[in-house]
């Protein structure tokens, strides 16, 4: 049998919603349950805030376990009759074995290459390129040439001689000014890791933290669906279960789209010759966990790598070259991710258009900076849960939530 299509709602129906969508909103906020519940999270957030170092454990070993939660529940389901703590400690136990034999080796492997390479940028000789440039206009200027072109050649020549210092002075200064950058950014999550554990003690203590969140992860639900009023909470549930599914589709699709795009610039160095192809793949494919900024970390350095090595091997003519080459690379794989990747993997899960994923990115880069990026598209994608739940109460005359989770 067919569905029968709803009637569109009157105009005076969807009054009707309105206003009643209205009244029961103020009568939330308004309610002694809500006030007291807002006056409590706004003081756990502030207390927060306040004492972030002492805090920082906990808040990281949660996220930890909202990440983690799913492969207990997996090997829960896989092993029948495997207790809660038996699936944490088979959890702990491979994660505990991956680091070992991978993760920190990596780790430190490109640590030492990135230091290798900002090293490598800052002592660059422009000197010799220069010069080779210089004799190629020296060997133009003495070639037989149409008397229209020998005024530009002159020109250049003078031009070659007359600031041949300054040029390496400017090029000098800034590719400094990029090795210390890379050094920054390489150091950035050092000074994050510093600045959040203020002691080796909150390294220890966050394992100890998660493997609790894990054990209790599915008391804690419900003891925060107790700080919501009585009438709202069905309401409530809904709306969370649905923004957990979209959080869980965002940071599952930006991982894998991480990946993809370090594959693809390591890979992409690597063909077109460029050195440190595994320090600056895995850094632009981390940075990419924010939105386009993986082009952004990975073109500076491969940019500045391209003209020296173009310059060494073949001078003007091998710098345009390895120049042309690095930036069709970047600008080909930011297409396949801009206009393929992401609107496939995470605008097709939060049926997100790619517009609104920019517009966010910028927005939120203004107000917020770097955190602003990082969370501006997840909370578009939770805001427009509540969008569609505000239209479907009131142009339609039921809630969504409600009907998914039926």
């Known amino acids: ?9 009157t105009k005076e129906e969807r ?4 206003d009643t969508f209205r009244f029961k909103l103020l009568d939330l906020l308004f309610s002694q349950d809500f006030l007291i519940s807002t006056f409590l999270i706004i003081f756990i957030l502030s207390f927060s805030f306040l004492l972030w170092g002492i805090v920082a454990p906990f808040f990281i070993a949660f996220i930890l376990a909202y990440l983690l939660n799913p492969l207990v529940l997996f090997w829960q389901k896989r092993i029948k009759k495997l207790g809660r703590m038996s699936a944490v400690v088979i959890v702990f136990s491979k994660f505990f074995l991956l680091g070992t034999l991978f993760i920190v080796p990596f780790m430190l492997q490109l640590s030492s290459n990135v230091i290798s390479m900002s090293n490598e940028l800052a002592n660059i000789d422009y000197k010799p390129i220069l010069q080779k440039a210089r004799k190629k206009i020296v060997g133009l200027k003495n070639m037989t040439i149409p008397e229209p072109l020998k005024k530009y050649v002159d020109d250049a020549f003078l031009d070659a001689d007359q600031y041949q210092d300054k040029v390496e002075q400017v090029l000098i200064n800034v590719n400094k000014g990029v090795g210390k950058i890379i050094k920054v950014i390489a150091s950035a999550f050092v000074k994050i890791f510093s600045t959040t554990f203020q002691t080796t003690m909150d390294l220890v ?3 100890v933290y998660l493997f609790y969140f894990l054990l209790d992860f599915p008391s ?6 107790r700080l919501v009023p009585a009438g709202y ?5 809904a709306f969370m279960c649905e923004t957990d599914e979209t959080l869980k589709k965002f940071i599952k699709g930006q991982f894998l789209l991480a990946i993809i795009f370090g594959v693809l610039m390591s ?3 690597w063909i077109i010759g460029i050195k440190f192809f595994l320090v600056i793949g895995p850094i632009s494919g981390f940075a990419n966990l924010i939105p386009y900024l993986g082009s952004i970390i990975g073109l500076t350095p491969a940019l500045l790598l391209a003209i020296y090595q173009g310059a060494l091997s073949g001078g003007l003519i091998g710098v345009l070259i390895m120049v042309i080459k690095v930036i069709a690379l970047i600008a080909v794989i930011q297409t396949l991710d801009g206009f393929i990747f992401q609107p496939k993997i995470i605008g097709d899960e939060l049926e997100l258009h790619p517009l609104l994923i920019m517009g966010s990115l910028i927005i939120g880069g203004e107000l917020l900076g770097v955190y602003g990026m990082i969370f501006a598209v997840p909370f578009v994608a939770v805001a427009k849960v509540l969008v569609l739940e505000l239209y479907h109460v009131i142009y339609i005359g039921d809630s969504l939530l409600m009907k998914r989770k039926s």
């Not at 804690?220 to 669906?225: A, G, K, V």
């Not at 909470?233 to 549930?237: F, M, P």
């Open 233 to 237: 909470r069905d309401w409530v549930d």
């Open 15 to 18: 009054k009707n919603n309105w």
């Open 205 to 207: 203590l966050i394992p």
């Open 267 to 269: 890979v992409g160095l």
């Open 220 to 225: 804690i639900y419900p003891l925060i669906m």
């Open 1 to 9: 049998m067919k569905k029968e299509k709803k009637t569109p709602l």
